[in-house]
């Protein structure tokens, strides 16, 4: 098997960072290789705000609910769906951007935002670092608007920690391949087997590694689902994602 | 520099292929993959429905606006955002799953469609193969809903062609640099020579491969931002997705 695919099946989220430095020239390349990502019509819209300071680093751990690996690691790439940037092209092509405005533009920028942030993780990984997703930044958009000086038409969307492993993490279990795989058309009837093998898995998983209070991924999605956790509708909407239609 | 910065700075997307099937084994690799891929919170919100069927392709290549790579190369992965699959884990948790009327849930999970879309994508890439990211299904989502037999608090938000090229593509210039990678915070001052530039660079690219009708990036975003190209909002909440907050 080749590298990269036993770089992407080997995948985990380490939190626990050493304060090192990145080289500059592999942030670089790490940046230049999200840059090559395909985007939606080749629109671009997606900005990345490379922030190493480190009361800024700080605000964001806090912002992202208390995760301290964001101010101990020495990088964090906020992934920003930038409609921005395209309104500027939009005007200089004679015309006024609109699209801002539907659901298609929203689904359309945070799925090139998905695809740029797979895009670091990979290029990182091949570094030997270790990574982070962030989708915690969500829980204060407004603050990292402020913190990161975005213009209207932008929406923070995510970011990831970026840095030198001190502790590497373990992988952790998925669901099985079968509730996540279909052939031609969605099959629904395994899914409750596959929920209840996994479960299992979990908290096997959770005893094996020494963590108490880790609970099946039934019980983490009723904690996590069943209620909103973030209301962030009316921050889009300040921004210029409307969402009318 | 290593195997998976090479292969991630050469991304482009191919449009001509061969029928040749892709061996199961390396599909496997693929999916397992993505599989690793991680999400928001553990959710596991996506799941993936690999299309091998030449009608059902076909189909897919009409659905997308006319894309005949889709029929022709032997396999579509649609990527799908899967709160159906998190219901039923909320549910055997004793509790109602509510998240999918949030935007929280549609960002949280199309983020994570776009992270598995970059993880096949690489993935695929690895082994030689060629790919196309296809958001166009969004021109029809009941018609993918109902070909793909997806049930509520699904939505399908794109797919990825996969096949052994034909003709390899070149790559695609993009926005210099200095309009994606901005320090600590978004700096709007370099966007407009940034964008003359690559208005630039992109005409006379298109005129090195022979391409009459490429427009500049300007003119291009014009095109297709200054109207609603597809009003999905509707079908989103048909399927779940209300959006309330």
Known sequence: MNETIRLLQAHRSSRSYKSDPIPEEILDAIVESAHRAPTSVNSQ????IVVR???SRARIA?????QPWIAQAPVFIAVVADLYKTALGVEKGGAEQIVQRSLEAVISSVSDVGIMMATLMTAARAFGLGIVPIGGIRRDVRGMIDLLGLPRNTFPVAGVVLGYIDEEAPQKPRLPIESFRHEEKYRSEKLKSAIDAYDHTLVTYWKKIGRKDGLSWSANMAQYYSSYSRRIKAIAEEQGFTIEL
Chains 1, 2 share one sequence.
């Open 45 to 48: 819209q997606v900005s990345l």
């Open 62 to 66: 806090e912002i992202a609910g208390g």
């Open 53 to 55: 300071n480190a009361a």
